[in-house]
């Protein structure tokens, strides 16, 4: 083999070396840090790239997507000094590769460190009832609070939640005694104020209904009162007509009317149930007196009744049809 051979074999080998030391293919959702002699100088993003063979070197590879931190279980103790169990998950995301690299030394561990202290500041500052309730308060400030602290190492916190929060089994019966008395409370409270409504409503109707019975016992004694006042003027008005006829036609009008009113009671004497024998003639003398009576009426009204027709001689009696 001559040198000229070698040498080719030589020189297409140290292009080869070359080429894959100076030739970068970062893959998608990671950037890469280039470092020459130690020191940062660029980041490499998604794609082809080129740099100086043996002079620089990637530094650090960094995941750009978004990551999830499981944060683990810790006891924490509130302000009312009730002891609690609590866990929880936060999202993160790398924005700026070289500051994640370099400004922090173990980016995972600082940020699990910083979720934990955090949640025992925050919620040692609450009450049990607090922490129990108001848990979308809690993971706005823990998020507030995280996403401010790492913002320095390029991080960009995206959420905070809390997964659990488990009080001691003493403390949880005693929740649940007292929520079994609260809602006996709201129970008995609820069926008072029903008995009480009902009490109010049957109290209204009673009224009403005594209000009604009142109109109607007016209205009928006012009608009561009407009906006498009209039949009381109807007799006042029989009366005056029996007076105007008894001083116009004397004592037969008299036995006329007392001849009717006696035939009347021999009537309702007759008919009446407790009247089972009745003997004839009751005073017949009187009856044949007030019937020749209201004979002598009758005459004395066609007598009128002929001197009143006009072209008529005195005494002569109309022919009967």
């Keep these: 083999m001559s040198g000229a051979l070698i040498f080719v074999l030589a020189f297409v ?9 100076g030739v970068k293919t970062v893959p998608q959702g990671s ?27 990637i530094g650090r590879k960094m995941n750009m997507q978004e990551n999830v931190l499981d944060i683990p279980a810790q006891k924490v103790i509130t302000k009312d000094n009730a002891t609690v169990q609590v866990d929880a998950v936060a999202f993160y995301q790398v924005i700026d590769a070289a500051r994640a690299a370099y400004e922090v030394q173990n980016l995972h561990l600082a940020m699990t460190n910083l979720a934990l202290t955090n949640i025992r500041s925050v919620m040692g500052n609450m009450a049990l009832d607090e922490v129990l309730s108001k848990r979308n308060e809690i993971n706005d400030t823990l998020l507030a609070v995280i996403d ?3 913002n320095p190492w390029g991080v960009k916190v995206l959420r ?3 997964k659990d929060i488990a009080p001691p089994e003493d403390l ?3 929740m649940a005694r007292q929520m ?4 006996e409370k709201r129970a008995t409270i609820l069926e008072a104020e029903g008995v009480r409504e009902a009490s109010i409503q049957r109290a209204e109707g009673d009224k009403k209904s005594a209000v009604l019975i009142a109109e109607g016992k007016r209205e009928a004694a006012f009608r009561e009162a009407e009906a006498r006042e009209r039949l009381a003027e109807a007799e006042a ?23 009717t009113k006696y035939v009347e009671a021999l009537q309702r004497m007759g008919s009446s149930s407790n009247a089972k024998v009745f003997f004839l003639p009751v005073e017949a003398a009187g009856i044949m007196a007030s019937i020749a009576g209201i004979g002598e009426l009758a005459k004395e009204a066609m007598a009128r009744g002929v001197a009143a027709e006009p072209g008529r001689p005195r005494g002569s009696v109309p022919s009967s049809s």
Excluded: C
Excluded at 13 to 21: K, R, S
Excluded at 237 to 259: D, E, H, P, R, S
């Design 13 to 21: 080998v140290v292009a080869l070396v070359l080429v894959f030391a």
């Design 31 to 57: 950037n890469w840090t280039v470092e020459r002699f130690g020191r940062y100088t660029r980041s490499l993003s998604p794609g082809l790239h080129l740099i100086v063979p043996f002079i620089d070197t």
């Design 148 to 150: 401010q602290a790492t």
């Design 160 to 162: 905070v939640e809390l």
């Design 172 to 174: 949880v019966s005693a």
């Design 180 to 183: 079994k008395a609260e809602r």
């Design 237 to 259: 008005k029989a009366t005056n007509m029996v007076a105007a006829a008894i001083a116009g036609n004397g004592v037969q009008a008299t036995n006329y009317f007392l001849g």
